[in-house]
């Protein structure tokens, strides 16, 4: 390819950062485009953003045009391509936080004095709900750290900053906080028997293979390895497991096809979704930071049951953490054996490579997430071809989210139709959903399906706040809102879609009266706004003319009467859902119309 390069060249810090994570350059062969992602994490990690000579020695080394990569790295919001501090504060004020204080605390930074090393920045959700409100603390560097702080105040983080500067930032305490992730000893669920998928947080080293076998790890690997894959995947499709990330498409069908491919050659994927960027969701972090191998073991039975031979887990660049410890999981499963040739001696070769997002909630969409892989815009895919006919590098793929995953193991152990008959009509199986906003104990919980809503919302200890729930908000920003009254319906596939709500991504997000829910209502459009990859008219333009009309409704600056503005708000949204390529386009209004259809907010 024909470069075409500005003068700019980079620094020896930053060359030494891409050689690093691309491997020594050499003449006339480039390094491949989907290393590009890895390689911008390096240098905003080294330096603290994206230069142009950075950038124009990465596409000297992939050999791809400075005008794709500048595309590409614009288009995430973890990268930065100003000069900028190399200690950032990234405080979140979505929605989860804004319930527990974050508008002020985001007020109180704002006012206060910083020092010339750091800057404050806004964030989307952090997926640190339970935690609310939230920070993290970046320090770039040869040696780049960061720490989450929540709940934040003013007083710990300017602290934290200080350190960070000081090139003090301490790691984030490798353990996992039990006392706030996982309800506490004393409360409902930690150390209960009849726990499946969280049995293991909190008890165990999540950085020990044998500790993990001690609790029945591999157990279903070595199950699945003498049931071979066409029984395996008889076993997932009589489960009736559904996907767990928010679409509920019926996962044995997915494995199904991808094992029907298995004829042609060339490589097969496995790829992990664990890209949960919906605000209030955090489970699958949880499973990550303490259950790490739960989730590897998930991916090879997948891989063994479907013909794949190379496997991605796909995680959201906020999680350090969970990062880390996954990162020391994989290299621990591949030194027992465990991923890689031959595992357990039995001939299954499959390895898993471990790739960080960059803050683009598109990319929990699975056409996406390929792309952003691949080293391109985190852009959808018109469908078909589907994932299992051309997915990952346009090879057959499957891909499923981290909880869909660590369902599998119980289903090849205790098998199919006994999995099935656990929950309530066509809802099979444990779900595991994030409680938080005004709560009394914020968490993940894990329950069979069929608890109702008020059961989830006493099981967490009740309503908190001011104690007057005024609504609850199911399945995250791309969800829908309920009142009170609506209680008693069983979360399940088919309860909450019969009061015209989603299970989404397990969302239950909690408002008391104090709350302003017409504020909560602008910041998931300017969310939205924000998200949208811009790549079809009717999201591009959509979701920023709702915010726009939003805003005006809140003002009380109607364009005609608040009636017309409404009635012009939901044409939107049905444009939208009609015309957009993929869900986020089609799940932007939902929210705000089930608050309209539920209230009256702007009478």
């Known amino acids: 390819m024909d470069l075409h390069l500005t003068a700019d060249r980079p620094s020896t810090d930053e060359k030494d950062a891409v050689d690093g994570e691309l491997g020594p350059a050499e003449a ?32 000297q080394r992939l050999d791809v045009a400075p005008a794709e990569i500048y595309g590409v790295a614009s288009f995430y919001g973890m990268f930065s391509l100003a000069p900028r501090p190399r200690v950032v504060a990234h405080v979140c004020d979505d929605i989860a936080c804004l319930t527990r204080g974050a508008g002020m605390l985001c ?54 900053v200080r ?28 150390r209960q ?111 063994l049951a479907t013909g794949a031979q190379q496997g991605y887990l796909y995680i959201r660049g906020e999680y350090p953490l969970a990062t880390r410890r996954l990162r020391r999981a994989i290299q621990a499963a591949r030194d027992q054996g465990l991923l ?58 499957v891909v499923n ?22 929950g309530t009509g066509n809802s099979a199986g444990y779900r595991l959903f994030c409680l938080c906003g005004h709560v009394g104990r914020p968490g993940v919980y894990e329950v069979a399906f069929g608890a109702t809503l008020r059961d989830m919302i006493e099981l967490a200890g009740g309503v908190s706040g001011n104690g007057r729930l005024q609504a609850v908000l199911l399945g995250g920003a791309a969800g829908a809102f309920v009142s009170p009254s609506e209680l008693d319906t069983p979360l399940t596939f088919e309860g909450t879609r019969a009061i015209g709500a989603t299970l989404g991504s397990g969302v239950i997000m909690l408002f008391d009266d104090s709350v302003d829910l017409k504020q909560i209502l602008l910041r998931i459009a300017s969310f939205f706004r924000d998200e949208s990859c811009g790549q079809c008219v009717p999201c591009r333009a959509g979701a920023v003319r709702q915010e726009e009309a939003l805003e005006r409704l809140v003002h009380k600056r109607p364009l005609g009467s ?42």
């Not at 640190?128 to 003013?154: F, H, I, M, Q, S």
């Not at 490798?174 to 669920?189: F, I, M």
């Not at 989210?401 to 656990?422: K, M, P």
């Not at 939208?576 to 539920?598: F, K, P, V, Y």
Request: aromatic residues 6%; contains cysteine.
């Open 562 to 603: 608040a009636a017309e503005e409404i009635r012009t708000l939901r044409e939107m949204g049905q444009a939208m859902r009609d015309a957009s390529i993929c869900g986020l386009g089609q799940t932007a209004s939902s929210a705000l119309e089930s608050a309209l259809h539920r209230w009256s907010l702007f009478s």
């Open 193 to 303: 028997p009849q726990l499946r998928l969280l049995r293991r947080i909190g008890q165990i080293d999540p950085s020990s293979v044998d500790e993990y076998r001690r609790l029945g790890g591999y157990e279903a690997l070595r199950r699945a390895l003498d049931l071979g894959p066409e029984r395996v995947v008889r076993e997932v499709l009589e489960s009736r497991l559904l996907g767990r990330g928010g679409a509920a498409f019926p996962a044995g069908k997915k494995w199904e096809a991808l094992l029907a491919q298995r004829h042609l050659s060339g490589p097969h994927y496995v790829v992990c979704n664990a890209d949960e960027s919906e605000p209030g969701t955090f489970k699958d972090r949880i499973v990550m930071e303490g259950d790490p191998f739960a989730v590897i073991e998930g991916m090879t039975i997948a891989a």
């Open 107 to 160: 007020a109180e930074l704002e006012q206060a004095s910083w020092p010339a090393g750091a800057i404050l920045q806004r964030s989307p959700c952090l997926g640190l709900c339970e935690r609310a409100p939230a920070a993290l603390v970046t320090g770039a560097g040869k040696t780049p750290r960061d720490r989450v702080l929540a709940p934040a105040n003013a007083d710990a983080l300017h602290a934290l």
């Open 340 to 397: 890689g040739n031959d595992i357990l001696g039995r001939g299954l070769c499959f390895d898993i490579e471990l790739r960080r997002g960059a803050g683009a909630y598109i990319c929990g969409e699975e056409t996406a997430l390929f792309n952003s892989i691949e080293g391109f815009r985190g852009e959808p895919r018109n469908k078909p071809p589907f994932p299992t006919q051309a997915g990952l590098f346009r090879r057959p793929t």
């Open 401 to 422: 989210n981290v909880e869909t995953l660590i369902n599998i193991a119980e289903i090849v152990l205790d098998g199919g139709a006994a999995y099935s008959r656990i």
């Open 28 to 59: 006339g062969r480039a390094a491949p485009r989907h290393k590009l992602l890895p390689a911008l994490h390096t240098i905003q990690a080294r330096i603290g953003y994206l230069s142009p000579g950075a950038l124009n020695y990465v596409a």
């Open 163 to 190: 350190d960070a500067i000081d090139g003090r930032l301490p790691a984030e305490p490798d353990v996992l906080n039990t006392a706030t992730s996982v309800p506490q000893a004393g409360q409902p669920q930690l």
